[in-house]
């Protein structure tokens, strides 16, 4: 049985800003604030709707930071569904267009 894909990419309701290596992150429908440690910046950044989410934390967190593959993704996991809660991230089965709905 094939493994199921998660796919990530930013909202458009938001306003983000890197300051000293980490992101500041609002949403603008609700006003949350976020600030993103390095890990979660990387994660957010990477976020383009057409990478597997498992590809961003095999290359981008565990490529650049000392740590288990499979704790990384399982905290990848966790800050995905905590910021798409927030309607900071969106989060499919399936790529998401980058291109704006018409």
């Known amino acids: ?19 000293a290596g980490e992101m500041m992150v609002m949403n603008s429908a609700d006003s949350t604030f976020f600030t993103l440690n390095e890990v979660a910046t990387a994660i957010f950044q990477a976020a383009d709707g057409r990478t597997p989410l498992r590809e961003i934390v095999r290359d981008r967190i565990c490529g650049q930071f000392d740590v288990d593959p499979n704790e990384a993704q399982a905290d990848a996991e ?19 267009s980058s291109e704006p709905a018409r």
């Open 1 to 19: 049985m094939p493994e199921t894909c998660t796919y990530i990419a930013r909202s458009s309701a938001i306003a983000a800003r890197a300051l």
């Open 78 to 96: 966790q800050f995905v569904a905590a910021l798409s809660s927030h309607g900071i991230l969106k989060v499919s089965n399936q790529p998401l």
